[in-house]
C-alpha cells in the first residue's frame, strides 16, 4: 500500500473529466496478485474539500511475457497536457438588487 499526500491546491486529477482536489487529497494505492500473471491496482481518491466521500478505482494489469518494459513518468508532465488544461469558470456577477 503507498498512500501519497501533500498536494498543492488548484490540480487536476485527470484531464479528460476535469476533476478537481485540493490541498487535503490524500490518494491510497493498493495493489493484488490475483493470479500468476494478473493484478489489480486500486486507487482510493480522499479529498474531503473537494468530494463528499473517498472513492476507489480499480485498474487491472495482465503480464505480458517477453515484451519490452513500459516505463511511465511525470516528468514534464504539464507539457505533455499542455493542450487539454481546463481554465476556471469565470466568477458569477452579482445578483441584481431586489427594491
Same mark, same amino acid.
Given at each position: 500500500?503507498?498512500? #501519497?499526500?501533500?498536494?498543492? +491546491?488548484?490540480? $487536476? ?9 485540493s490541498?487535503? %487529497? *490524500?490518494?491510497?494505492?493498493? %495493489?493484488?496478485?490475483? !493470479?500468476i ?9 480522499? +479529498?474531503?474539500?473537494?468530494? =463528499?466521500?473517498? $472513492?476507489?478505482?480499480? /485498474? &487491472?494489469?495482465?503480464?505480458?511475457? +517477453? !515484451? =519490452? %518494459?513500459?516505463e511511465? !513518468? ?5 507539457? #505533455?497536457?499542455?493542450?487539454? *488544461? /481546463? +481554465?476556471?469558470?469565470?466568477?458569477? &456577477?452579482? !445578483?441584481?438588487?431586489? &427594491?
Open positions: 500500500m503507498v498512500t #501519497t499526500a501533500g498536494f498543492r +491546491d488548484g490540480g $487536476w486529477l485527470d484531464t479528460q473529466r476535469a476533476r478537481p482536489h490541498d487535503a %487529497l *490524500r490518494v491510497t494505492e493498493r %495493489l493484488r496478485r490475483r !493470479s500473471g494478473r493484478m489489480d491496482m486500486a486507487i482510493t481518491i480522499d +479529498d474531503p474539500k473537494a468530494f =463528499e466521500k473517498p $472513492w476507489t478505482v480499480t /485498474v &487491472p494489469f495482465k503480464l505480458i511475457p +517477453d !515484451s =519490452e %518494459l513500459l511511465g !513518468s511525470c516528468e514534464n508532465h504539464d507539457k #505533455t497536457i499542455e493542450h487539454r *488544461r /481546463v +481554465d476556471p469558470a469565470p466568477p458569477e &456577477p452579482p !445578483s441584481p438588487r431586489t &427594491p
